[in-house]
Each structure stands twice: as structure tokens, then as C-alpha cells.
Nanobody, 120 residues
Framework: QVQLVESGGGLVQPGGSLRLSCAAS????????MAWYRQAPGKRRDLVAS???????NYVDSMKGRFAISRDNAKNTVYLQMNSLNPEDTAVYYC??????????????WGQGTQVTVSA
């Protein structure tokens, strides 16, 4: 059974920092591309950052320089370091794991989400 369990969310003041973690089980973690998405109330779920199985990272432009995604394959965990947070970053943050095989079979899994609230 595949599980992605996020943690590290909470309430933080504007300008503050949080580090989210996503612990994976039931998959060969090192073979999966991992990503963080977020969904604010009434809005769609959007990509925040991604990291390939090889460690290459990609960020949405508005996150560049503030957020950093990383992975520890030994711990089956992906992280999202978030700095200089502002109220617009308030959302539920979701972890995603994806693997595409050579025959185009796609495996895609989601965590349950962790709430991040940025407020004074």
C-alpha cells in the first residue's frame, strides 16, 4: 500500500519559514519524481516545485528564491523549505509521487495534505 505522509505545516507569521516533509512508503522512492502542490480555498491545485529521480529541480517562477525542494532517498523523504512566507502562500500543501515507465504506464500518488497558514 502506497502512503505519502506530509508533515511540518502550521501557522507562521509573514516573513517566517517552514519546512515541510513527505515520507513515502510502499514505493521504490528513488525511482519516483516527487513534487509539491498547493491548493488555496476556492482555487485549483497548482504545482509549487518538483524534483526528478536524479535530483533535478524545477520551480514555479513565483517560488524561485524563496522555496527549495530536496530529497533524501535513504529516508524516502522529500522536503520543501519555505522562506519569506506571505499570506498568499496560505494553502493546503500536497506531496505527489510520479513514475512513468517506458511503456507509458503511469503511477501517480498523492498525500493527504498539510495546512500552511501565514498570518500575523
Amino acid at each position: 500500500q502506497v502512503q505519502l505522509v506530509e508533515s511540518g505545516g502550521g501557522l507562521v507569521q509573514p516573513g517566517g519559514s517552514l519546512r515541510l516533509s513527505c515520507a513515502a512508503s510502499g514505493i521504490i522512492f528513488s525511482m519516483y519524481a516527487m513534487a509539491w502542490y498547493r491548493q488555496a480555498p476556492g482555487k485549483r491545485r497548482d504545482l509549487v516545485a518538483s524534483i526528478t529521480s536524479g535530483g533535478s529541480t524545477n520551480y514555479v517562477d513565483s517560488m524561485k528564491g524563496r522555496f527549495a525542494i530536496s530529497r533524501d532517498n535513504a529516508k524516502n523523504t522529500v522536503y520543501l523549505q519555505m522562506n519569506s512566507l506571505n499570506p498568499e502562500d496560505t494553502a493546503v500543501y500536497y506531496c505527489n509521487a510520479e513514475r512513468m515507465l517506458s511503456d507509458n504506464t503511469r503511477y501517480n500518488y498523492w498525500g493527504q495534505g498539510t495546512q500552511v497558514t501565514v498570518s500575523a
